[in-house]
């Protein structure tokens, strides 16, 4: 462990870990949800006679709606799609992922969220959701954890992941931080690649269906197999990161 946290600050030309805030992804870590998004967009584009791959969107996970129904047209039609079609399928997509959604929280999420408050670190959420109820829901599972001032939604970025404009948006509403006052806790292969462009330290929580190899790609320093696994090691990784130098 602190190996991967010393490599991390020399690949990065730092000197050492400053930490103030933890950036969390939402869908896959906080809450059990992307089975249902898998569901409602594979449907989706069934109904419309358009194909796609196994698992194709836990890879997509993160981008912004209309980048991922723009790969599903060109693949298909050759072309983008028209923006009163991508609100119509977009509309459809959400109405069915209401209808599939759980809304079961992520074993461990809670345990996680707990115990970075209680280290007087900032939790941040970077989020490609553009739900219009998705404050209010996260105040009930997640009580007092996050605020409008620390949540990056699909409406604060013109550049979805894997672009890092989010987390780069989400370091400044961390309190203007640099990229080694935080460490980003996600779990698709997008995101991931977002908050290694973005130059922040990434740990992986393999909630889904692709492999390990897939979020080390990506760029993770670290995959764990569960927010549960996660919450049992994060405390070291966070006394670390108060140790270890370049």
């Known amino acids: 462990m602190k190996e991967i946290l010393i490599d991390y600050l020399q690949r990065n030309r730092l000197h050492r870990f400053d930490l103030k805030a933890v950036i969390f992804d939402m869908d896959g870590v906080l ?31 993160g981008r912004i709606g209309k980048a991922t129904i723009d790969i599903i047209f ?21 109405e069915l992922f209401q209808e599939y959604n759980s809304g079961d929280t ?16 900032t939790p941040v959420l970077v989020t490609g959701s553009g739900q219009p ?26 550049n979805g992941k894997p672009d ?12 203007e931080l640099q990229p080694h006052q935080a460490i980003v806790i996600e779990n698709a292969p997008l995101g991931i690649e977002a908050a290694v462009g973005a130059g922040i330290f990434t740990i992986a929580v393999n909630t889904g269906p692709l492999p390990d190899n897939i ?32």
């Not at 809450?31 to 006679?49: C, F, K, N, V």
């Open 106 to 121: 992520m074993p461990g999420s809670k345990e996680v969220l707990e115990y970075v408050q209680r280290m007087k670190l």
């Open 31 to 61: 809450y059990d949800s992307m089975p249902a998004h898998d569901r409602s967009w594979q449907q989706t584009m069934d109904e419309l006679g358009l194909t796609h791959e196994p698992n194709e969107f836990y890879l997509h996970e």
């Open 215 to 246: 979020l080390y790609q990506a760029g993770a320093s670290l995959v764990f197999d569960s927010m549960h696994e996660l919450s049992e090691v994060l405390p070291e990784i966070i006394r670390l990161t108060g140790e270890v130098t370049a």
């Open 164 to 175: 890092p404009e989010p987390f780069v948006k989400g370091l400044q509403k961390g309190g």
């Open 74 to 94: 060109q693949r298909n039609l050759k072309r983008d799609a028209a923006e009163e079609e991508e609100k119509r399928i977009y509309a459809r997509k959400s």
């Open 133 to 158: 109820s998705l404050l209010e829901r996260l105040d009930h599972h997640f009580t007092g954890c996050f605020t409008p001032e620390t949540m990056v939604t699909a409406f604060d970025v013109v």
